[in-house]
Nanobody, 116 residues
Framework: VQLQASGGGLVQTGDSLRLSCAAAGRTLDGYRVGWFRQAPGKARERVAAINWSGVNTLYTDSVKGRFTISRDNARGTVELHMNSLKPEDTAIYFC??????????WGQGTQVTVSS
């Protein structure tokens, strides 16, 4: 399964972006999907995650109230809506799909840069 992350870009503080994660040639049914980010010189951190049904979500404290993760299983996509962006949100964002008894897949990453 090849994951494709898209939607990154260069924005200003306070702007919004929508990231999308899709699996080429198949759906993400049955997979828990997470968005991670890695800033230069820092460890990769999980930003948000959503279970296979979309009922359960979780967020790291620094993005709560600003980011929303959602999924459309019919379209096979998982999105991360990012509002009120801050310079500290600047990072490469990756999506990851995981499920028990199945391989884990990572997307290639999309750059998000927030200027002050």
């Amino acid at each position: 399964v090849q994951l494709q992350a898209s939607g990154g870009g260069l924005v200003q503080t306070g702007d919004s972006l929508r990231l999308s994660c899709a699996a080429a040639g198949r759906t993400l049914d049955g997979y828990r999907v997470g968005w991670f980010r890695q800033a230069p010189g820092k460890a990769r951190e999980r930003v948000a995650a959503i279970n296979w049904s979309g009922v359960n979500t979780l967020y790291t404290d620094s993005v709560k109230g600003r980011f929303t993760i959602s999924r459309d299983n019919a379209r096979g996509t998982v999105e991360l809506h990012m509002n009120s962006l801050k310079p500290e949100d600047t990072a490469i964002y990756f999506c990851k799909a995981s499920s028990p008894r199945r391989p884990t897949y990572w997307g290639q990453g999309t750059q998000v840069t927030v200027s002050s």
